[in-house]
T-cell receptor, first 111, second 114 residues
Framework: ELKVEQNPLFLSMQEGKNYTIYCNYS?????LYWYRQDPGKSLESLFV?????AVKQEGRLMASLDTKARLSTLHITAAVHDLSATYFC???????????FGKGTKLSVKP | DTGVSQDPRHKITKRGQNVTFRCDPI?????LYWYRQTLGQGPEFLTY????????KSRLLSDRFSAERPKGSFSTLEIQRTEQGDSAMYLC????????????FGPGTRLTVL
Protein backbone atom coordinates (compact mmCIF):
# COMPACT_ATOMS: atom_id res chain seq x y z
CA GLU A 1 0.00 0.00 0.00
CA LEU A 2 1.36 3.37 -1.03
CA LYS A 3 1.95 5.80 1.82
CA VAL A 4 2.98 9.44 1.45
CA GLU A 5 4.60 11.38 4.26
CA GLN A 6 5.29 15.07 4.32
CA ASN A 7 7.39 17.01 6.75
CA PRO A 8 7.18 19.32 8.39
CA LEU A 9 3.41 19.47 8.86
CA PHE A 10 3.59 23.05 10.11
CA LEU A 11 6.11 25.65 9.06
CA SER A 12 6.34 29.21 10.27
CA MET A 13 8.80 31.29 8.28
CA GLN A 14 9.96 34.85 8.18
CA GLU A 15 9.77 36.75 4.94
CA GLY A 16 12.97 36.56 2.97
CA LYS A 17 14.06 33.19 4.37
CA ASN A 18 14.53 29.90 2.50
CA TYR A 19 13.12 26.53 3.46
CA THR A 20 12.40 23.05 2.08
CA ILE A 21 9.36 20.80 2.42
CA TYR A 22 9.99 17.06 2.07
CA CYS A 23 7.74 14.39 0.61
CA ASN A 24 8.62 10.71 1.05
CA TYR A 25 6.64 7.86 -0.47
CA SER A 26 6.76 4.16 0.19
CA UNK A 27 6.50 2.38 -3.17
CA UNK A 28 7.58 2.99 -6.73
CA UNK A 29 5.65 5.58 -8.67
CA UNK A 30 6.14 7.33 -11.98
CA UNK A 31 4.39 10.58 -11.15
CA LEU A 32 4.35 13.08 -8.35
CA TYR A 33 2.38 16.30 -8.06
CA TRP A 34 2.51 19.34 -5.82
CA TYR A 35 -0.66 21.29 -5.03
CA ARG A 36 -1.42 24.44 -3.09
CA GLN A 37 -4.60 24.96 -1.06
CA ASP A 38 -5.71 28.26 0.46
CA PRO A 39 -8.12 28.16 3.44
CA GLY A 40 -11.62 27.21 2.37
CA LYS A 41 -10.56 26.84 -1.26
CA SER A 42 -9.86 23.93 -3.58
CA LEU A 43 -6.49 22.66 -4.74
CA GLU A 44 -4.36 24.46 -7.28
CA SER A 45 -1.87 22.47 -9.33
CA LEU A 46 1.72 23.69 -8.96
CA PHE A 47 4.03 21.08 -10.45
CA VAL A 48 4.00 17.65 -12.05
CA UNK A 49 7.19 15.58 -11.89
CA UNK A 50 7.36 12.51 -14.11
CA UNK A 51 10.95 11.32 -14.15
CA UNK A 52 13.95 10.82 -11.90
CA UNK A 53 15.92 14.03 -11.54
CA ALA A 54 13.06 16.21 -12.77
CA VAL A 55 13.25 19.79 -11.53
CA LYS A 56 10.63 22.46 -12.09
CA GLN A 57 10.57 26.08 -10.98
CA GLU A 58 7.87 28.71 -10.83
CA GLY A 59 8.66 31.98 -9.16
CA ARG A 60 9.96 31.37 -5.62
CA LEU A 61 9.05 27.66 -5.67
CA MET A 62 11.19 24.84 -7.01
CA ALA A 63 10.26 21.16 -6.95
CA SER A 64 12.50 18.17 -7.56
CA LEU A 65 12.11 14.40 -7.69
CA ASP A 66 14.48 11.56 -6.78
CA THR A 67 12.67 8.33 -7.65
CA LYS A 68 15.47 6.13 -6.30
CA ALA A 69 15.19 7.72 -2.87
CA ARG A 70 11.39 8.03 -3.28
CA LEU A 71 11.72 11.66 -2.27
CA SER A 72 10.49 14.95 -3.62
CA THR A 73 11.33 18.37 -2.27
CA LEU A 74 9.59 21.73 -2.58
CA HIS A 75 12.07 24.53 -1.99
CA ILE A 76 10.93 28.01 -1.11
CA THR A 77 13.29 30.87 -1.85
CA ALA A 78 12.99 34.27 -0.17
CA ALA A 79 9.51 33.61 1.16
CA VAL A 80 6.79 36.25 0.90
CA HIS A 81 3.46 36.45 2.75
CA ASP A 82 1.51 35.48 -0.39
CA LEU A 83 3.02 32.00 -0.20
CA SER A 84 1.13 31.29 3.04
CA ALA A 85 -1.05 28.24 2.29
CA THR A 86 -1.12 24.47 2.73
CA TYR A 87 1.05 22.53 0.30
CA PHE A 88 0.29 18.92 -0.59
CA CYS A 89 2.33 16.37 -2.44
CA UNK A 90 0.44 13.59 -4.18
CA UNK A 91 1.80 10.39 -5.69
CA UNK A 92 0.25 8.31 -8.44
CA UNK A 93 -0.63 4.80 -7.31
CA UNK A 94 0.60 2.19 -9.75
CA UNK A 95 -1.00 2.27 -13.15
CA UNK A 96 -4.27 3.54 -11.77
CA UNK A 97 -5.38 7.12 -12.06
CA UNK A 98 -5.85 7.90 -8.40
CA UNK A 99 -3.48 9.96 -6.28
CA UNK A 100 -2.41 9.35 -2.71
CA PHE A 101 -1.95 12.64 -0.85
CA GLY A 102 0.27 13.53 2.05
CA LYS A 103 -1.23 15.26 5.09
CA GLY A 104 -0.05 18.64 3.83
CA THR A 105 2.37 21.25 5.11
CA LYS A 106 0.74 24.38 6.50
CA LEU A 107 3.06 27.27 5.68
CA SER A 108 2.78 30.61 7.42
CA VAL A 109 5.05 33.41 6.26
CA LYS A 110 5.33 36.27 8.73
CA PRO A 111 6.73 39.73 8.04
CA ASP B 1 -12.72 26.61 -20.62
CA THR B 2 -14.16 27.42 -17.21
CA GLY B 3 -12.55 24.66 -15.19
CA VAL B 4 -14.16 21.96 -13.08
CA SER B 5 -17.47 22.97 -11.55
CA GLN B 6 -19.40 21.37 -8.72
CA ASP B 7 -22.92 21.78 -7.47
CA PRO B 8 -24.05 22.49 -4.84
CA ARG B 9 -21.20 24.25 -3.06
CA HIS B 10 -22.71 23.60 0.35
CA LYS B 11 -25.21 21.04 1.55
CA ILE B 12 -26.67 20.66 5.02
CA THR B 13 -28.74 17.57 5.64
CA LYS B 14 -30.13 15.52 8.48
CA ARG B 15 -28.78 12.11 9.31
CA GLY B 16 -30.48 9.41 7.30
CA GLN B 17 -31.28 11.59 4.29
CA ASN B 18 -29.90 10.97 0.80
CA VAL B 19 -27.82 13.57 -0.99
CA THR B 20 -26.53 13.88 -4.55
CA PHE B 21 -23.66 16.00 -5.83
CA ARG B 22 -22.83 16.92 -9.39
CA CYS B 23 -19.47 17.49 -11.06
CA ASP B 24 -18.86 18.95 -14.51
CA PRO B 25 -15.28 18.31 -15.63
CA ILE B 26 -13.12 20.35 -17.96
CA UNK B 27 -14.46 19.67 -21.41
CA UNK B 28 -12.66 16.91 -23.29
CA UNK B 29 -11.07 15.55 -20.09
CA UNK B 30 -11.65 11.82 -20.24
CA UNK B 31 -10.87 11.05 -16.59
CA LEU B 32 -12.95 12.17 -13.64
CA TYR B 33 -12.19 11.58 -9.96
CA TRP B 34 -13.97 11.95 -6.63
CA TYR B 35 -12.09 12.62 -3.40
CA ARG B 36 -13.13 13.39 0.15
CA GLN B 37 -11.27 15.81 2.40
CA THR B 38 -11.76 16.32 6.11
CA LEU B 39 -10.36 19.19 8.14
CA GLY B 40 -6.59 19.13 8.43
CA GLN B 41 -6.16 16.14 6.12
CA GLY B 42 -5.21 15.60 2.52
CA PRO B 43 -7.83 14.49 0.01
CA GLU B 44 -8.67 10.78 0.09
CA PHE B 45 -9.46 9.00 -3.16
CA LEU B 46 -12.98 7.61 -3.54
CA THR B 47 -13.43 6.58 -7.16
CA TYR B 48 -12.57 7.43 -10.74
CA UNK B 49 -13.94 7.13 -14.24
CA UNK B 50 -12.33 6.94 -17.60
CA UNK B 51 -15.00 8.09 -20.01
CA UNK B 52 -18.16 6.40 -18.70
CA UNK B 53 -16.42 3.40 -17.14
CA UNK B 54 -15.86 3.36 -13.38
CA UNK B 55 -12.38 1.88 -13.19
CA UNK B 56 -11.57 1.93 -9.50
CA LYS B 57 -13.29 2.34 -6.17
CA SER B 58 -11.59 2.88 -2.84
CA ARG B 59 -12.31 0.73 0.20
CA LEU B 60 -13.56 4.02 1.70
CA LEU B 61 -16.50 3.89 -0.67
CA SER B 62 -19.09 1.98 1.31
CA ASP B 63 -22.22 0.57 -0.31
CA ARG B 64 -24.06 3.75 0.73
CA PHE B 65 -22.02 5.63 -1.86
CA SER B 66 -22.62 5.38 -5.58
CA ALA B 67 -21.16 7.34 -8.46
CA GLU B 68 -22.12 7.55 -12.10
CA ARG B 69 -20.85 9.17 -15.24
CA PRO B 70 -23.54 8.12 -17.69
CA LYS B 71 -22.36 9.77 -20.91
CA GLY B 72 -18.72 10.27 -20.09
CA SER B 73 -19.26 13.93 -19.32
CA PHE B 74 -20.68 15.08 -15.96
CA SER B 75 -20.73 12.80 -12.92
CA THR B 76 -22.93 12.42 -9.86
CA LEU B 77 -22.03 11.12 -6.42
CA GLU B 78 -24.91 9.95 -4.25
CA ILE B 79 -24.73 9.19 -0.56
CA GLN B 80 -27.65 7.25 0.87
CA ARG B 81 -28.67 7.23 4.53
CA THR B 82 -26.12 9.88 5.44
CA GLU B 83 -24.22 9.61 8.72
CA GLN B 84 -22.46 12.33 10.71
CA GLY B 85 -19.14 10.79 9.70
CA ASP B 86 -19.93 11.65 6.08
CA SER B 87 -19.48 15.35 6.85
CA ALA B 88 -16.56 16.47 4.70
CA MET B 89 -15.58 18.39 1.58
CA TYR B 90 -16.23 16.32 -1.53
CA LEU B 91 -13.84 17.24 -4.32
CA CYS B 92 -14.10 16.39 -7.98
CA UNK B 93 -11.13 16.50 -10.34
CA UNK B 94 -10.60 15.81 -14.02
CA UNK B 95 -7.62 15.05 -16.20
CA UNK B 96 -6.68 14.12 -19.71
CA UNK B 97 -4.63 11.07 -20.58
CA UNK B 98 -3.58 12.94 -23.71
CA UNK B 99 -1.46 15.24 -21.53
CA UNK B 100 0.52 14.71 -18.34
CA UNK B 101 -2.64 13.54 -16.53
CA UNK B 102 -2.51 16.41 -14.05
CA UNK B 103 -5.73 16.41 -12.04
CA UNK B 104 -7.51 19.77 -11.91
CA PHE B 105 -9.80 20.17 -8.95
CA GLY B 106 -13.19 21.79 -8.64
CA PRO B 107 -14.24 24.07 -5.77
CA GLY B 108 -15.76 21.20 -3.82
CA THR B 109 -19.09 20.52 -2.12
CA ARG B 110 -19.07 20.93 1.65
CA LEU B 111 -21.46 18.44 3.26
CA THR B 112 -22.65 18.87 6.82
CA VAL B 113 -24.73 16.06 8.31
CA LEU B 114 -26.63 17.08 11.43
Amino acid sequence: ELKVEQNPLFLSMQEGKNYTIYCNYSTTSDRLYWYRQDPGKSLESLFVLLSNGAVKQEGRLMASLDTKARLSTLHITAAVHDLSATYFCAVGEGSQGNLIFGKGTKLSVKP
Amino acid sequence: DTGVSQDPRHKITKRGQNVTFRCDPISEHNRLYWYRQTLGQGPEFLTYFQNEAQLEKSRLLSDRFSAERPKGSFSTLEIQRTEQGDSAMYLCASSSTAGDDTQYFGPGTRLTVL
